[in-house]
């Protein structure tokens, strides 16, 4: 539950961190300055963040589709099968997935801007040496590393947004965030498909080490450090000089003991966020959702490719646009539409604390948006796989994908805006778990696509894919308007134990 801070906001000064005692890597370097409050920010500034940190977000998945066009090049370039080139891709997507949870257990100790920056110079160099990869093996290793590496921001970045944007406004914000893992995707496909065929395979890993090069510098220099200060601990009762050494052997074991903890186990607890119904159900719900949009992709490159269509990789790059037309669309629009819903859903109750502000519910992003996006998409990918089955002008598919992209976009920035909700002071740590199951689903989805395709065909898979997600849609909403209030006050308790 949070209130509507705007009147006081606005109102306030910006009080800036002196130079020197800026939090972060370099943190002396940058430009926009840290300050005690990162919602006083004006919104140049926040939009500022939102877009470089977005640019970031785009890095990871940009690198698991950029591949797609390359593999047949990769394969007789290292003489490897297709299966095993096939893992490149797969487990680079696997380590998407397990990498952020420690990445955003990093972050919520050590802050944002060390994760940003310490990640991406690791992208850097892996990306540069899996370019290098003399065999199939190199390359596999260091494509895991990339991937790990550049997937800090899946969960990370959504934090950021958290730590500068309001409630009333955070929709908007997390609707152009979300731009960014979404977007590297669809345009992968058309980056690497002309890099392939023009340069080869290895240009594809160029592209991405300079791209991972640019987000660094632009991190470096505009993106200060905006989680939350922590209060001091109290100073601990000094020992007498007797007993000092045994006393402080002891102490050095145990932080040592939770030094380690806290780096290899903790992060592993994130899992068991998925107690609690309320994460649960939504973080099903975006990986659901995240999962189609990875077999959609995989049915536009395989059906496209062949008869009666036949079109060059190019030219099959430019099929992804439309789905992209419909996430501009709903970014545009969406995130802006939930917000208003916010405020209408908190008016109407009569929602306000002691200072008259207006209290927003994370379940209030669950409204006619919700019912629209839950037909809407499920929808769009029965339209869409029956056309390409009879091979219908190629337009008819293409309009079916645009309105899969706004439909499937008001649930990612729905669902990703009310974990950071439900769980305010471990925002990251929401994100990272929906990162963690969405890309299993998506992995899940990328090694199985393609057997489905040449067993029932496009047709009835992307029918199966739909049902399943109309269905799981519709039950998650109803059961997050039904019981997210009841759900919500027992992780708070939970929580706060």
């Known amino acids: 539950m949070e209130t509507s801070q705007a009147s006081s906001t606005r109102s306030r000064p910006l009080t800036i961190v002196p130079r020197k005692k800026r939090r972060g890597l370099l943190a002396q370097l940058t430009l926009v300055p840290e300050v005690d409050r990162p919602y006083d920010y004006p919104n140049k500034v926040k939009w500022t963040i939102t877009v470089f940190v977005a640019m970031a977000a785009c890095a990871a998945p940009m690198g698991s589709a950029i591949f797609y066009p390359a593999l047949p090049d990769m394969s007789e370039d290292l003489n490897a099968s297709p299966t095993v080139v096939n893992l490149t891709v797969a487990l680079y997507m696997l380590a998407m997935s397990i990498f952020p949870l420690w990445w955003s257990s990093f972050s919520e100790a050590l802050g944002r801007r060390n994760i940003y920056l310490s990640s991406f110079l690791l992208n850097v160099i892996f990306s540069l040496l899996s370019g290098l990869s003399v065999n199939i093996s190199m390359l596999i290793v260091f494509r895991i590393l990339s991937g790990g590496a550049a997937a800090s921001v899946q969960a990370v970045g959504a934090g950021t947004i958290a730590d500068i944007w309001e409630t009333r406004e955070r929709g908007r914000a997390m609707g152009y965030f979300y731009l960014g893992p979404l977007m590297g995707p669809l345009l992968a496909p058309i980056i690497g498909g002309a890099l392939a065929e023009g340069f080869g395979w290895r240009s594809t890993m160029w592209f991405l080490t300079a791209y991972g090069a640019l987000v660094f510098v632009l991190v470096l220099f505009f993106v200060p450090e905006t989680l939350a200060k922590r209060k001091p601990a109290p100073a601990a009762t000094q020992p007498s000089t007797e007993g000092l050494s045994r006393v402080s052997t002891t102490r050095s074991v145990k932080q040592a003991a939770v030094s380690i903890k806290r780096c290899l186990v903790d992060p592993l607890q994130i899992i068991m966020y998925l107690r609690f119904p309320a994460v649960a159900i939504t973080v099903y719900y975006a990986a659901v959702t ?147 199951v969405r890309n299993i689903f998506s992995c899940t989805a990328g090694v199985v696509s393609q057997p489905l395709i040449d067993a029932i065909g496009v047709g009835w898979l992307l029918s199966a894919v739909g049902l399943i997600a109309w269905v799981s849609g519709n039950l998650a909403i109803w059961l997050l308007r039904r019981n997210s209030r009841r759900w919500r006050e027992q992780m708070d308790k939970a929580l706060n134990q």
């Open 290 to 436: 995240f999962g189609s949009l990875y077999v959609l992709n995989i049915v536009i490159q395989s059906a496209f490719s062949q008869a009666p269509y036949g079109f060059s990789a190019i030219a099959i790059g430019l099929l992804y646009l439309p789905g992209s037309l419909g996430y501009f669309a709903a970014s545009m629009l969406g995130g802006r539409w939930i917000d208003r819903i916010m405020v209408r859903a908190a008016e109407r109750a009569g929602r306000r604390d002691a200072r008259g502000r207006l209290v927003y519910l994370p379940e209030d992003r669950m409204r006619e948006n919700a019912w629209i996006s839950a037909t809407l998409y499920p929808g769009a990918l029965v339209w869409s796989g029956w056309t390409t089955y009879y091979g219908v002008h190629w337009a008819a598919p293409a309009v079916a994908n645009f309105f899969f992209g706004l439909g499937s976009m008001l649930v990612f920035s729905a669902a990703t805006t009310m974990l950071t909700e439900f769980m305010p002071r471990r925002s990251s740590s929401g994100v990272a778990l929906n990162n963690f």
